[in-house]
């Protein structure tokens, strides 16, 4: 890219930037933009032998992590330096009318240090962009995924872009382990969102206590893309969720086996699909699987025999717009899909 593209790049960011004011998850993100496309014309500029032209774009850099940093306060007047350093950018000129913007706005680095201390590791600009986001009224959530090192560029780009549907990312952080990348997200966010790994997680737990209960040697699985649910919707999930499990664990499988969780998306629908390779289910007891009372459980017990896991399972189901199936094969295991819309935002009435 030529250096004269990189500028008119940065010009219709601060031209947008001048028109988003007032949105401060948007404000904050067309900074960021603003700072990687100086950075890069700096480098150009550099790589092409002008000094001077990347001294300049050095000084922007300076206002703009100043900006990022909540040490100086975008208005009017900075957008207007922005826009004549911007166009002056190619010309070598005095620009230290930028450092009259470098002073420290002690208002907000005093909100900055108000950020719980779990979060005292941030960088700065991370530390303003979460003390603007809890001022905007908006909550921090942490969120802890894991991913195959075979298909992580692509699933946490599908949860970064799902996150970034009604949230702001504040940080993100990662470790490896053997084959597994351990991903930490904070993000803000003005209603609770949780992804679909923390509702597997939950359910495979309780799985787990079941089958020690019942002494039964099961290994559980999760796996398939993160999915990010308003929190009422997570609930809801990780209700049928835990009906199906124990149903898996209770009845189809008998000693050892697998109990599988796995989720997709297609276009507007969300598919969660548990798998067991248990006992299988009866032919003729699958049209009425779903009916209130029905079961095939000979006696009552703790988990079990009353007929009602998996007509809860359809009716919250149904609540939530979506529908589910079971197939099944004898001595071969039972498979239940759920679907629901993507996009819902609450509980059906």
Known sequence: MELEDRVEQISA????????????PRVRQLLDAIFRSVHSFKAAAAANGLADVSRNAHEFENLLHSLRTGKVKLDEDVLLVMDETTAGLLRPSDVSQLSRFNQLNTEESKRSDQLPAEFAELKDEERHRAAEAIRE????????????????????RE?????????????????????????????????????????????????????????????????????????????????????LVRNAVDHGIESRGTVILDATTDHDQIQIVVTDDGC??????????????????????????????????????????????????????????????????????
Do not use: C, W
């Open 280 to 349: 299988g289910i009866d032919p003729a007891n699958l049209p009425q699987i779903f009916q209130p009372g029905f079961s095939t459980a000979t006696d009552i017990t703790e988990l079990s025999g009353r007929g009602v896991g998996l007509d809860v399972v359809k009716t919250v189901v149904q609540k939530l717009g979506g529908s589910v199936s079971v197939t099944s094969e004898p001595h071969k295991g039972s498979s239940f899909k759920i679907i629901f819309p993507n996009q819902s935002s609450k509980l059906t009435t």
């Open 137 to 156: 009224g908006s909550n921090l959530y942490v969120m802890e995924a894991v991913f195959e090192v075979t298909d992580f560029d692509r699933r946490f």
């Open 13 to 24: 960011i601060i031209r947008e930037l001048r028109q988003t004011a007032g949105d401060g």
């Open 159 to 243: 949860l970064r872009q799902q996150l970034e549907k009604t949230s702001e990312m504040i940080s993100t952080s990662a470790k490896m382990d053997q084959a597994k990348i351990y991903f930490r997200v904070l993000y803000a966010s003005s209603s609770e969102k949780i992804p679909i790994s923390t509702v597997f997680q939950q359910t495979l737990r309780a799985g787990k206590s079941i089958a020690t209960a019942l002494g039964k040697e099961i290994e559980f699985v999760a796996q398939g893309r993160e999915i990010v649910f308003e929190k009422s919707i997570g609930d809801a999930i990780g209700e049928v969720l835990l009906h």
